[in-house]
């Protein structure tokens, strides 16, 4: 019983010398790991027992993690943390595009991962407004449920678009800097670039702006940060 009151983690990682200290630290930072080494196994792991959190490695022996990145955020909005030995930027756009909430990069320390964990864990519990529904104008956002909308169809969110798109609206027609969104979104102590805010937004645009080359509802203010459209904007256009 006592293992339902702590945060289910599943750990996907082939390499026994990560995977094993990996689930004996996460057992003492107080979480219930679960581990697969394979694509296969891990899919199996999610059907039987969906997780709080997925620990996803890039490269596994029966497929890409990205691609498995792709088809969980397909099934769920589980927050998805990249484990990647790659330190190319381009790498971890990429898994970010796909859906990934986060990414650590090898050799990574078990306090700073469970750190990770526990920021992001906490972002989905709270969320960046107390308003239960934020509306302007096509764009419906309803916290409890973490479901957004635009002219009454669902528009699919990975955990931290959402959070990041509901600091934005719950503060429509201000610009956000983007120090603060970083802070209250990703976490105050932060250790990547800020270059994963705007690929967030880019994301963003693209689900809900009608062109996102040209945005309507998210603009930019250069040096400064993001702003979302205030209802009067809308209606003037």
């Not at 709080?52 to 029966?62: E, I, Q, T």
């Given at each position: 019983m006592a293992n339902e009151m702590k945060p289910r983690i599943l750990g996907v990682e082939d390499e026994r010398a990560i995977a094993e200290p990996l689930a004996e630290s996460?057992?003492?930072?107080?979480?219930?790991?679960?581990?697969?080494?394979?694509?296969?196994?891990?899919e199996t792991a999610f059907e039987a027992r969906e997780p709080?959190?997925?620990?996803?490695?890039?490269?596994?022996?029966?497929g890409d993690g990205?691609?498995?990145?792709?088809?969980?955020?397909?099934?769920?909005?589980?927050?998805?943390?990249?484990l990647t030995a790659r330190g190319e930027e381009v790498d971890r756009v990429v898994g970010l595009e796909l859906g990934a909430d986060d990414y650590v990069v090898k050799p990574f320390s078990a306090r700073e991962l469970a750190a990770r964990i526990r920021a992001i864990l906490r972002r989905g519990r709270g969320g960046a407004s107390k308003r239960e529904v934020v509306e302007v104008g096509p764009i419906r956002l309803d916290a409890s449920s973490r479901t957004v909308t635009k002219d009454g169809r669902p528009v699919e969110m990975a955990a931290r678009e959402f959070d990041l798109l509901q600091l934005l609206m719950s503060r429509a027609g201000e610009v956000v800097r983007r120090e603060e969104i970083m802070d209250l979104v990703w976490d105050e102590h932060w250790f990547g670039s800020t270059k994963t805010l705007d690929v967030?937004?880019?994301?963003?645009?693209?689900?809900?702006e009608d062109d996102p080359a040209a945005p309507v509802f998210i603009t930019t203010s250069r040096g400064v940060g993001f702003r979302f459209a205030a209802p009067e904007d809308l209606a003037a256009g």
């Open positions: 996460l057992v003492r930072e107080g979480f219930d790991p679960r581990v697969a080494a394979t694509v296969a196994d891990a709080d959190l997925v620990l996803l490695d890039v490269m596994l022996p029966d990205r691609a498995l990145c792709r088809e969980l955020r397909r099934r769920s909005d589980v927050p998805i943390v990249m967030h937004v880019s994301w963003l645009r693209k689900k809900l």
